[in-house]
């Protein structure tokens, strides 16, 4: 299958390096022109992804009719550009969704928006721990590839699977979905607690209580609990809440330390989707009925509703109940 990849920011860039490791050719779109230029001229993303010397049949494009070509993309924008991004690109070749949240407005998964921009398209989510910068060095990486067709998932696995990527299938697209949205809200919270001081034990907690809200709010939309305990699951969750590296994690930190949201969000180039995600998933558990306090506290924080120290003595009175 000849790989286009849609965005080239961190992400995309690096699996375009991955599905390139072997020769073939990959086609990457990107937005900004001077990424288009700065890859196809000197091999480097700077942008995005500095430091990973790009292979040569990466091949950079601003025109959609570039990929036209291709039997397989990868969607890779920021979950609030998937729209306009996968209603732009070629129709009719299967889609592999990349991006990780829920659309504000609509309150729809990336699957449910990609199939309503490219309704004839076969849709496939591909998702886990992947921090980009140690995918594009070629480090070990599980992933989890989810889609309804396994005809489908087992030609795209064969096609992206390296030595050191390897993904799984699955035919829970919901799941995979879920897990990759929300693990970007709690690691905002998880940032919160590192940057206020509040210990590892604080992490750990919010780790597995915030498993524990994944795992609600993913069985009343249908996801599967052993995909919520998956790779795309559980296991970005771990990564997501673990490390600075994660930008999600890093904008919580500033909320720890009393920075206000507004600031932390101005001016960004790279992107924190938690933020974006964090007030629509909350709309869409409380009109489920589903209880998901921490991220309650993640948009209380980042609406700037309420003091830090409230919003964590909010969570630690709440009633005791059982586990
Ligand atoms: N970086 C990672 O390690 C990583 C790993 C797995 C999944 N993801 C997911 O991949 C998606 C993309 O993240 P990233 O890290 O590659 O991005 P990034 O933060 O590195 O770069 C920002 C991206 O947004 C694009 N962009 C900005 N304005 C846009 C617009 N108006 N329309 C379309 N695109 C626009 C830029 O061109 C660029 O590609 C996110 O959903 C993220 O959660 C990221
Ligand atoms: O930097 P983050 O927080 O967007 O996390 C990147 C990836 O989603 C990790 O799997």
């Known amino acids: 299958m000849k790989a286009g990849v849609i965005g080239a920011g961190a992400w995309g860039t690096a699996l375009a390096q991955t599905l390139s490791a072997d020769g073939q050719d990959v086609r990457l779109w990107a937005l900004e022109p001077e990424v288009v230029e700065a890859i196809n001229r000197d091999r480097v993303n700077p942008l995005y992804l500095p430091g990973v010397t790009l292979n040569p049949s990466v091949r950079a494009s601003g025109d959609m009719a570039d990929i036209a070509d ?31 949240g829920i659309e504000a ?24 721990p992947t921090f980009a910068h140690e995918v594009a060095k070629g480090l070990p990486t599980a992933i989890t590839l989810a889609c309804a067709d396994a005809d489908l998932a087992a ?23 879920i897990g990759g949205a929300v693990k970007n809200v709690l690691a905002i919270a998880c940032g919160v607690a590192d940057g206020a001081g509040l210990g590892l034990n604080a992490r750990a907690s919010l780790i597995s209580r915030g498993f524990a809200e994944m795992t609600r709010f993913g069985l009343a939309r249908g996801a599967r609990a052993e995909t919520l305990a998956g790779l ?6 771990v990564l997501t809440c673990s490390s600075t590296n994660s930008r999600n994690f890093s904008l919580g930190k500033g909320l720890g330390e009393g920075r206000p949201a507004a600031e932390l969000l101005a001016n960004r ?12 998933l909350r709309e869409a558990a409380r009109s489920a009925g589903v209880d998901m306090p921490v991220v309650e506290a993640v948009c209380a924080l980042l609406e700037d509703a309420s003091p830090l120290a409230q919003v964590i003595d909010a ?4 009633p005791l109940r059982p586990e």
């Open 232 to 237: 795309s699951g559980l296991g970005d969750l």
């Open 105 to 128: 407005g609509t309150g729809l998964l990336m699957s449910e928006v990609a199939q309503q921009a490219q309704g004839a398209s076969p849709i496939a989510v591909l998702s886990g």
């Open 155 to 177: 030609r795209i696995a064969a096609r992206i699977a390296r030595p050191a990527f390897r993904p799984y299938i699955s035919d829970d697209v919901v799941g995979a979905e």
């Open 70 to 100: 291709r039997d397989m993309l990868l969607i890779v924008s920021p979950a609030q550009h998937l729209r306009g991004v996968a209603g732009s690109a070629p129709a009719g070749v299967p889609l592999i969704l990349c991006s990780k």
């Open 315 to 318: 969570l630690l009175t709440r």
């Open 269 to 280: 180039r790279t992107v924190a989707e938690g933020a974006f995600t964090a007030p629509v």
